[in-house]
């Protein structure tokens, strides 16, 4: 293999290795969780005053309580599940 082609190949590898660590920063990012929270709410919100015909404000909170608790206990989840993985894979 010759030197440019090494060459590529690396840039190829530290081009991918930028894109995932973007998309590894947006998942784990605030903003993410509290656009998701906010267009949840109104989306159930929406669907509470037409659909269902009641006061939606405080009924529309509970999908989005339970998104925010997912989010914090989802990382607990994925950190102990990857530890157990990455311990499986070590001789």
């Known amino acids: 293999m010759s030197d ?5 190949r690396i840039e190829k590898l530290e081009s991918r290795n930028k894109k995932v ?12 969780r509290i ?5 949840t709410y109104m ?5 509470l005053k037409f659909v269902i015909h009641i006061d939606p404000w405080i009924n529309a909170l509970v999908p989005v309580i339970g ?3 997912s ?12 530890d157990k ?7």
Not at 21 to 32: I, N
Not at 85 to 91: A, E
């Open 35 to 39: 656009s998701i929270m906010f267009l």
């Open 43 to 47: 989306v159930v919100v929406v669907y």
């Open 67 to 69: 998104f925010a608790a």
């Open 21 to 32: 660590e973007g998309d590894k920063a947006w998942e784990t990012s605030w903003l993410r």
């Open 85 to 91: 993985l990455y311990k499986k894979q070590r001789p």
């Open 71 to 82: 989010t914090l206990t989802l990382t607990f989840l994925k950190r102990s599940w990857l």
């Open 4 to 8: 440019k082609e090494l060459l590529k």
